[in-house]
């Protein structure tokens, strides 16, 4: 499950706010927060998306100011440390206001993408030149001398470098193009699109859940394109109105509910040059998800990755670009659901012999090498190592890096050899999380740190032992102060990672109202070794509150079986858990009073919050819901089908896990907030639960705001914020309340 304002809404948002119980938080804490939110957690001006370039003598990277969200394209060279301006929106656009197509703004919000300008960029495999998207155009530049070229054409999708360099495929109209560089020629490869047949870009359910944005894939030789087909047909669709604009059509979306028909899917092989498609062959009635697609080297062959609905069982196939026809690799089954590495798998090595995979098959996720036919060679980590990916492969030397380690709530880089067992090389120490990006050398690599005392940025490392040889320039603005968070792990029946978050002022002798910052659910950890994360917490915590997170059983890092305990009921194992950690925190704390807990989440947190006011009121004195999916008949299939299966397989499951089943329980405040134009978690899940509370005579407050899943504009979330905690101020203060 993943997540435009004009002035007009900003002056009904501030008359609501104004119009709200309690008043404005202290100019201090007013100015902590407009800060925070207008560097986006200081994360503006720092470097986004490098890349080494193929010499390694370079990086490539994308940067905004500190309180500027447009990115622009820069290069740093590692020898001397000077640093370029290669190439800015504003030259390209020359004064002209950057406009985006609603594909392309459906597609930045299936990636969470709220930021401006060079959102994205790509070197060719050579390194001499760089493609960049900007207003649904598409421009190459050349490293050497910086000059610009656009290509002909316009509301272009998805444009990739062809790996010779010498072409750029992208989509327009539901059809893959290729343009070739020297004579601007633009050949459409496909034909045929219409509203509901589109070709060479990835359906909803891949983009949202599957980490799979990518509808089409470019040989090693340059010569072909394999692409998807997506047929949505019998995909039912929504429709997302503009209500300042009542005037405009609505926005017309495929979106596939549980239990309803699944967009249909294939793979066709094209000529560069165009060429009458051969499809390939697999059994798509049986595994109707497309997962991956994997054609990097050479002497490898063409790999895909496909699903059953039901998401137990998997095959690894390899294909015959000739024909189409498909062999069987591997197989993965599993009773609850099988997980997809974010990693595209598999990982070939150069010389086609052997593959890198991802499985859960042992219990927790490991590296396994497989030889061409399948065949396992030996597991790389073992399965108590905690892996949270795998990074990369280095052939020379026979070695992988991959990110993990013993403590979930930090992240650290290991070495692992591909030979027999041995012990592997730790290279990063400092408390925090980590992540590597490397490129086609293997002497150095970029290191990205987030680190518990605060610090954070990018470096250039040395490969063998992870020592600093660079830093890349950043602009951006450093907090003040960090946020005084503590992390533990809980005692009793069952140790869950948690964190506390206490007031500046802070007073043993006192005693603290509790607010659950929560998420609880799949796929994403609230608790993690890296201080930006707690920012609002502490903002929220220096109100005169205490705030905690808590990540109980369903959520990643602590095994297969920790993961799936939620499998058929997604509340019950989730607030026993976030329940018994709030008791565990107080023993540990005694500030804590849980006479006075509110909870607050967004999305499944939303989802979460709601639930726990409505099934557990002696716990949990009022609640803040943001987003919240009430019923999951009315979220997409690739999600809610993975923990709860089929509605018609799984009523009480789904009965048990819907917020309506409890909405006539709600005796206690809820504030209830929700974009009017999400397209991920519709508004239509707040107006059902708003519609049940009302007519079971239940008061509740409800905010709805113009926007979608994504709450980034800042001053919308400094109002946003504002109002959730003046609601929490209202409920939890005074004790005597």
Known sequence: MRRHLNLAWFAWIVLFVCSSRAAEPELADLRYFRELVETRNYSLGQPVSPQLTPDGKAVVFLRGGARDPVLRLYEFTIADGSLREILTPEKLLQGAEEKLTAEERSRRERSRQSLRGFTSFQLSKDGSKLLVALSNKLYVLRRPDGHVTELPGRDWIDPHFSPDGRAVAAVNGGELHVVELETQKDTALTSGATETLRHGTAEFVAQEEMDRREGFWWSPDSQSIVYQETDNSGVESRFIANPLHP????????????????????????????????WVDWDREKYPYLARVVWKEAAAPLCVVVQNRAQQDELLLSVDPANGATRELL?????????????????????????????ERNGAWQVE???????????????????????????????????????????????????????????????GRHHGVFGETKETFLHRFDLLDGRTGWEVARSADAKQIAQL?????????????????????????????????????????????????PGH???????????????????????????????????????????????????????????????????????RVGVVGWSFGGYFSAMAVMQK??????????????????????????????????????????????????????????????????????????????????????????????????????????RIIDFFDAELKPATK
């Not at 059509?249 to 294939?266: D, I, L, S, W």
């Not at 609850?336 to 086609?352: E, S, T, Y």
């Not at 991959?402 to 012990?423: C, I, Y």
């Open 617 to 722: 009121p002696e716990i949990f004195r009022c609640a803040v819901a943001g987003a919240p999916v009430v019923t999951w008949e009315n979220y997409d299939t690739h999600y809610t089908e993975r923990y709860l299966g089929l509605p018609s397989e799984n009523a009480d499951g789904y009965k048990k896990s819907s917020v309506l089943t409890y909405a006539s329980n709600l005796n206690r405040p809820l504030l209830l907030i929700h974009g009017l134009t999400d397209d991920n978690v519709y508004f239509q899940h707040s107006v059902q639960l708003s519609e049940a509370l009302f007519q079971s005579g239940k008061s509740f407050n409800f905010l709805p705001l113009l926007g979608t899943h994504m709450v980034s504009e800042p001053l919308l979330r400094l109002r946003r914020q504002t």
């Open 525 to 595: 950890k609230q608790v993690l070794a890296q201080p930006d994360r707690y920012m609002i917490d502490q903002w929220m915590a220096n109100r005169g509150y205490i705030v905690v997170a808590i990540d109980g059983r369903g959520t990643p890092g602590h095994g297969r079986d920790w993961e799936r305990a939620i499998r058929g009921n997604l509340i019950e194992v989730a607030l026993a858990d976030q329940v018994a950690g709030l008791e565990a925190l107080a023993k540990h704390e005694p500030a804590m009073d849980l006479k």
């Open 331 to 359: 197989r993965e089954k599993d009773a609850a659901w099988l997980n997809l590495d974010h990693k595209p798998m598999p990982i070939w090595l150069k010389d086609g012999r052997q593959f890198l995979w991802t499985t």
């Open 247 to 278: 005037e405009m059509a609505p926005a017309k979306n495929f979106y596939p509910r549980a239990g309803t028909q699944n967009a249909k899917v294939r793979l066709g092989i094209v000529a560069r040059s165009g060429s009458e498609t051969r």
């Open 369 to 431: 090498l497989h030889s061409a036919d399948g065949a396992l060679v030996r597991a790389i980590t073992p399965a108590d190592f905690q892996l949270d990916e795998l990074i990369d492969a280095n052939e020379s030397d026979r070695s992988i890096v991959v990110a993990g380690g013993p403590d979930s709530r930090e992240r650290h880089l290991f070495r692992f050899s591909l030979e027999a067992k041995a012990e592997p090389q730790r290279l990063t120490h400092e408390p």
């Open 473 to 521: 320039p950043s602009v951006a603005v450093r907090p003040s102060s960090l946020p005084q968070v503590e992390l533990l792990r809980t005692e009793g029946a069952r140790s869950l990672d948690a964190a506390i978050v206490r007031p500046r002022d802070f007073k043993k002798t006192s005693r603290y109202p509790v607010i659950l910052d929560v998420y609880a659910g």
